[in-house]
T-cell receptor, first 114, second 117 residues
Framework: KNQVEQSPQSLIILEGKNCTLQ??????????LRWYKQDTGRGPVSLTI?????NTKSNGRYTATLDADTKQSSLHITASQLSDSASYIC?????????????FGGGTRLMVKP | GAGVSQSPRYKVAKRGQDVALRCDPI?????LFWYQQALGQGPEFLTY????????KSGLPSDRFFAERPEGSVSTLKIQRTQQEDSAVYLC???????????????FGPGTRLLVL
């Protein structure tokens, strides 16, 4: 069973609209949670990193929230642009220093239409 | 500045053929990671290097997979006797410090798309 679940799997919105992507995780013990953006044919690019003590983190039009009690995170995109079309991946970091620290969700594929 | 680069970008192999995938991390980055990403899925961990030392290879799916980073910079992921289920994008990432997961950003390369026929 995947320890990081994202929803929806895919989403289509009109340019200029807002949207919210969800991430639920069961990974424990937890160090930090990241959101990555992955354009088609590219590697993931980091958007935000939040520790368990942070509730929110913004990066331009992207705002991530975290509820460590319920183990839920969301990524809110404001005033979407065509260039926001990509996969958004939620990544949870385990609280130990080894290679297999990052657990990736399956991603939400966002398409922004004009 | 230069980011993480990978080569080749695309590779088509016949089943049973050996392949070698190259990763050039950002200069000076201590940690290097390899991931396998199936179509429509998130990346899955394969192996981790700290300088030239392979500290974790728990994600390698079989003994056909082998990775090395002999001088602590460039890394090669080798797949022997490729199978169709090996078809995926292979991503390489690097980070500056030793604890690549703890608060540090991992910088990803564009990936090598492997197709095994």
């Amino acid at each position: 069973k995947n320890q990081v679940e994202q929803s929806p799997q895919s989403l289509i919105i009109l340019e200029g609209k807002n949207c919210t992507l969800q991430c639920n995780y069961t990974v424990s013990p937890f160090s930090n949670l990241r959101w990555y953006k992955q354009d088609t044919g590219r590697g993931p690019v980091s958007l935000t990193i939040m520790t368990f003590s942070e509730n929110t983190k913004s990066n331009g039009r992207y705002t991530a929230t975290l509820d460590a009690d319920t183990k839920q995170s969301s990524l809110h995109i404001t005033a979407s642009q065509l260039s926001d079309s990509a996969s958004y991946i939620c990544v949870v970091t385990l609280f130990y220093n080894a290679g297999n620290m990052l657990t990736f969700g399956g991603g939400t594929r966002l398409m922004v239409k004009p | 500045g230069a980011g993480v680069s990978q080569s080749p970008r695309y590779k088509v192999a016949k089943r049973g053929q050996d392949v070698a995938l190259r990763c050039d991390p950002i200069s000076g980055h201590v940690s290097l990671f390899w991931y396998q990403q199936a179509l429509g899925q998130g990346p899955e961990f394969l192996t981790y290097f700290q300088n030239e030392a392979q500290l974790d290879k728990s994600g390698l799916p079989s003994d056909r997979f082998f990775a090395e980073r002999p001088e602590g910079s460039v890394s090669t992921l080798k797949i022997q006797r490729t199978q169709q289920e090996d078809s995926a994008v292979y991503l390489c990432a690097s980070s500056l410090g030793r604890g690549g997961g703890r608060g540090e950003t991992q910088y990803f390369g564009p990936g090598t798309r492997l197709l095994v026929l």
